[in-house]
């Protein structure tokens, strides 16, 4: 329990810093740009992500072999999904200011579509996470996978400006 604190941590700190690059973000006319910053906070989650899950879920020898290969899987199912949300939040940043209440309609059941296939994928891989190592190992990896989906997903909250009135 103290390495996943440790990890969280360490995770948290370097999306702090990530949150600097906020400060450079380029207003434009419609919104914020800020696919250079989401692109920089992905690509540092996602080479954390696997090191922290490493970090605080004991696998044996045996059971590491079998369970990277599903997770790889996992992971780039995720992936895919993040893509669409990532996409999702670009469009919104990008034209947050001149939003009508059709596109936000539009955007808003989407970001829950998106919220739904998280979880349909998360339901799909628990019986494959426990086929390679012991449901209790299989419910630690995904209390710390949520965990760590929760923290980017506050991350990239606090970084969304508001849709103003």
């Known amino acids: 329990m103290k390495k996943l604190i440790f990890s969280c941590l360490v995770l948290a700190m370097t999306i702090g810093v990530a949150n600097f690059t906020a400060l450079a973000q380029k207003e434009t006319a419609t919104g914020v740009d ?3 910053d989401i692109l920089l906070l992905r690509r540092d989650l996602r080479g954390d992500k696997k090191k922290l899950i490493a970090l605080n879920l004991p696998l044996t020898e045996t059971e590491a072999t079998q369970f990277w290969p599903v997770y790889d899987q996992y992971a780039a199912e995720m992936g895919k999904r993040n893509d669409a949300f990532y996409a999702l939040i670009k ?3 990008a034209n947050q200011k001149t939003l009508t209440d059709d596109q936000a309609a539009t955007m808003l059941k989407r970001w829950a579509e998106l919220q739904l296939e998280a979880a349909q994928i998360r339901q799909k891989y628990i019986p494959l996470v426990e086929k390679v190592i012991s449901p209790r190992k299989a419910a630690l990896f995904f209390q710390i ?7 980017m997903d506050l991350q990239t909250s606090a970084q969304l400006p508001l849709l103003i009135q």
């Open 34 to 36: 800020v696919e250079q």
């Open 145 to 151: 996978d949520r965990r760590l989906y929760a923290m």
């Open 91 to 93: 469009d919104y940043v």
